[in-house]
């Protein structure tokens, strides 16, 4: 009888938290939130910040009086702490929205997330603001050398993400700059950084990084395809959201997502750097799809696909100096 009663407790107050939309964006916009948070800013924030989640919700725990939310951000899993948890979140697979309070004490310590509110996502999704594509970047300021440093690359044991990018990225700067006259030094050094960034903490040669953008974009954070391929690594729309990225036109949010899809079709086929062979197919999973690679049982025979695989190896062996 007394758990019975808790657990009434607990949906008379789970059934409060079930706010109304009204309130809800009202309490989004005291905190200025106006898109959900992407999965990038959330894994490299430091402190305590009020943010907006999009997810699918696959679980609820309970144990000791404290309750567990299981959610999923596109590809990632995440837990988020809550004193009472909404009975409608409870009804199995939902789609929500959730403003949820997060700390990280260091740079490299988990995320913790506490739920402050809950709403539906198709009752939230309508008052998204999504940024406008940006201006032109101004001319180029400084640019010298042209050669990229083995050193930054992730072979052998690589250095932690922020020396790296401390040691190598006004090399990789120079060189973004030199190849792309209309960017200034600080937008190549931008891309630099996130370059560097992303490419150790994914494991993957920065310079092939450097090779694909070049064969992409030739480093135009404002390149838009016909089909709608966005940003400095083209992403897709659907790839994008698959990814967690929010806005592609961001340069970190696009790099990540650039270099975290290559790491996955690398991982994929066993590619390497070493492997030209798998590498290849890697490649042509990023241009064309692995649904193509896996038709055709290799490299499709498509001019464009065939003539991009074979332009990003080469820059990328003149990158390593072969």
């Not at 948890?85 to 740079?107: C, F, I, N, S």
């Amino acid at each position: 009888m007394r758990r019975l009663a808790i657990l009434a407790v607990l949906f008379i107050a789970g059934s409060s938290l079930a706010q109304t939309s009204s309130e809800y964006l009202a309490l989004r916009k005291k905190h200025k939130i106006s898109l959900p948070v992407s999965i990038v800013e959330l894994d490299s924030f430091v402190g305590t910040k009020v943010f907006e989640i999009k997810c699918t919700v696959n679980g609820i725990m309970e144990l000791d009086g404290k309750n567990s939310i299981s959610v999923e951000m596109g590809p990632n899993l995440q837990v988020i702490d809550a004193e009472v948890v909404p009975a409608w979140l409870k009804g199995g697979t939902v789609q929500a929205r959730m403003l949820v309070k997060a700390t990280r004490e260091q740079e490299l310590g988990a995320v913790t997330l506490q739920l402050l509110m809950a709403n539906a996502e198709s009752d939230v999704a309508k008052y998204d603001v999504y940024p406008k594509k940006p201006p032109a970047s101004k001319p180029v300021t400084r640019a010298t050398s042209t050669k990229v440093s083995r050193s930054a690359s992730s072979k052998g044991r690589p250095l932690p993400a922020r020396e790296a990018v401390a040691a190598y990225a006004p090399t990789y700067a120079r060189f973004i700059a030199n190849h792309n006259r209309k960017l200034s030094y600080d937008k190549a050094y931008e891309i630099a950084s996130a370059v560097i960034g992303w490419s150790v903490n994914y494991q993957v040669d920065a310079r092939l990084v450097m090779a694909l953008l070049i064969a992409e974009s030739d480093f135009n954070p404002a390149e838009l395809s016909g089909p709608g391929a966005t940003g400095l690594g083209q992403l897709m729309p659907g790839t994008a959201r698959e990814l967690g990225v929010r806005n592609p036109w961001n340069t970190n949010e696009n790099l990540y997502g650039t270099v975290k899809y290559l790491k996955t079709q690398m991982d994929r086929y066993g590619a390497t750097e070493d492997n030209a062979d798998r590498l290849a197919l890697a490649l042509a999973a990023y241009n064309a799809g692995p649904g193509a690679v896996k038709k055709h049982g290799g490299v499709p025979p498509y001019r464009e696909t065939q003539n991009y695989v074979r332009r990003i190896l080469r820059t990328y062996r003149q990158l390593c100096g072969a």
